[in-house]
């Protein structure tokens, strides 16, 4: 196996592992919580600010991977239409180069907001976490999901028969 192909191998289980330790966690704060509340009235006082920072590495986490696998949900509506035109795989190309290149914007928005916030010194209301870390990492998952979906619309377009590598169907 070439080193090419490990680090690609890499790229794609670590942010995934993040994202299951990051969920196996949020399982066990709101278990936790759900217990102490109801058991001892006494919730655990962060939960909710715990909680928003585990979705957001969950969700932007697994997002590269699930973009390069092509695993989101879609909705067909317009698929037969284009289906009798014949234009399947061009316009998944299309549709992938432009979700990607759409996608560089609102990345590009939160490095301003992360940077603003860090420049202000936000922190999280009972821990006090600075806000701009969990910024810069949606940041920097939005710009690799970008680039992913780039590479795949690339790869759809212009040698559709090296998909099977990144799809998991």
């Given amino acids: 196996m070439t080193l090419l192909t490990r680090l690609a191998q890499l790229a794609a289980v670590l942010p995934m592992f993040v994202a299951s330790i990051s969920l ?3 399982m066990v704060l709101t278990f936790c919580d759900v217990i102490l509340r109801s058991a001892f009235n006494a919730p655990i006082e ?3 600010e715990l909680t928003r920072i585990a979705i957001a590495v969950v969700v932007f986490s697994a ?3 699930l973009s390069a696998r092509g695993q989101h949900i879609s ?3 317009l698929d037969p239409l284009f289906a009798r035109l014949r234009l399947g795989r061009i316009l998944d190309g299309l549709v992938n180069l432009a979700c990607g290149i759409m996608l560089y914007f ?3 928005r939160v490095i301003d ?3 603003r916030a860090r420049s202000y010194g936000d922190e999280t209301e009972y821990l006090n976490i600075p806000t701009f870390y969990i910024g810069w990492f949606i940041a920097i998952m939005s710009f690799a999901t970008a680039l992913v979906f780039i590479l795949r619309g690339a790869v759809i377009l212009f ?3 090296k998909l099977g590598l990144i ?3």
């Fill in 113 to 115: 907001l992360a940077e």
């Fill in 167 to 169: 799809r998991n169907d």
């Fill in 63 to 65: 997002l590269p991977l």
């Fill in 24 to 26: 196996f966690a949020l």
């Fill in 159 to 161: 040698a559709p028969s």
């Fill in 75 to 77: 909705v067909d509506l």
């Fill in 106 to 108: 609102p990345a590009e």
């Fill in 46 to 48: 962060a939960a909710t």
